[in-house]
């Protein structure tokens, strides 16, 4: 099984609001997912982000590929430099 951190989309038309979740990369954007690990809400100024950077830096740990949208993000937060550091300070 391949797992994801990707975009799952909420919120109404034209008002998006993203729920950021590790699910199966078989499975649909908006369908089943195994957990949350945070949101994202582009219409409020300024944007607003929670991020659970424990959870995700779990998951990458454990093999999930992040899409391109989230990868941005993280960069963006620093998780991914905690990422690397603790994969390769070992």
Do not use: C
Request: positive net charge.
């Amino acid at each position: 099984m391949s797992v994801k951190i990707r975009m799952k989309r909420m919120g109404s038309k034209l008002r998006p609001f993203y729920r950021l979740v590790v699910a199966d990369s078989r499975a649909p954007r908006d369908g089943r997912f195994i957990e949350q690990v945070g949101y994202y809400n582009p219409i409020s100024q300024p944007e607003e982000i929670k991020l659970e950077d424990d959870k995700i830096v779990e998951w990458l740990n454990k093999g999930a590929q992040p899409s391109d949208t989230v990868r941005h993000l993280l960069k963006q937060h620093g998780i991914m430099q905690k990422f690397h550091e603790s994969k390769y300070s070992k």
